[in-house]
Each structure stands twice: as C-alpha cells, then as structure tokens.
C-alpha cells in the first residue's frame, strides 16, 4: 500500500527483523524498545499480520506493530484487545507523514479484521488527529509512568467496537521489560 508519505507499508518478514531493529534503535536512541518488540514477537501475543513497515526506495524506515494486551474489568472478565506499540520511524524520516502512514495502516488492518479497540501511551498532542480519545471516558484505565499526563492514555474504538469491552490494562510480560524505557518516539 502506497501512502501520500511516498512510503509502501506492508506487513513485516522475518528478513526484515535486523532493518526492524536498526529503525527502533535510531528512533528511541535505546535497545530497550527493540527488545520489547522481539519480546511481543516471541508472545502469543504478535499478531504478524499487525506488524506493518513503511519502505522509501526499499529501505525500510518505519515500524508499528499491534499486538494483544487485556483488559480486567471488575467483574473478573478479561477482554483481549490491541495496543499500538512502538511506534518508530527514524530521526532523518520523522515529520515527513510516515509515522502517519503506519498508524491508519495498522488501524485500517485492525478494523478489517473485526477488532473492537486499540490502546495506547502517547502524545496526546500527536495521536487524537487519528481519532485516539481519552481512555477513561471509554472505562479504560492505564498505569503510566509518573511523568506521562493522565491524557496519555488512549483508545481508538473500531467497527467492532462494544462498550462493555473496558477495565484496567494488563500488559503481557514483554511490556513489563521494557515499561521503564517505552514512551513512543514523535514521528510525526
């Protein structure tokens, strides 16, 4: 798929893990973003067909993956829904729409398959032109670091959406090593 960033986006490939990792790497400036998406890769959370690279004259430049976390709500039930995350293109790339391009991408993928909602921790001055709103009004509540304002904490709801789908999230173990460091690079 072509986007208006003159970018391609497609799923990812296994050839693609080392181009995968370089484009994380520069865009956090750490390894420990990378090591959270070869953690959701080895989970029976990856979803591969949620797992998008955007390509300029085929080198890869950007990556998002969508993956499955769970919400517990009060009474006991766990609801399976995505989060967006990372989000990562790099520095000589950012600003240019490819950040863009990967998040309607993965949101148009994940609507197609019936999902109900994405979650995110992000810029609040970045993700709601895409349609992200204030988690808490949806019933969804999320842990963030100290130094994340409470509107971090977003949802996009789907089609699919339910409004008894809500509850606290609860990351997977890959999330938990890397929740000290994640915090999505401006890729705007």
Known sequence: MRSG????????????FPAIDRVVREAFGS???????????????????????????????????LSYIGLEDAGERRHRVLSLSPLAVVPQAQKQGVGSALIVAAIRRADARGEPLIVLEGSPEYYPRF???????????IDLPTWA????????????????VKGHVAYPPAFHLAARGSDAADPA
């Open 5 to 16: 960033a003159g970018v391609a986006i497609r799923q990812e490939i296994a050839a693609d």
């Open 31 to 65: 390894q420990v973003q990378v090591n959270l998406v070869h953690g959701i890769r080895d989970s029976e959370n990856y979803v591969p067909e949620l797992a998008l690279v955007a390509e300029r004259n085929g080198k890869i430049i950007g990556h998002t993956m």
């Open 131 to 141: 349609g992200f709103k204030f988690a808490p009004n949806y019933g969804i509540s």
């Open 149 to 164: 304002p409470k509107e971090s904490a977003m949802v996009y709801p789907l089609s699919a959406y339910d409004p008894d």
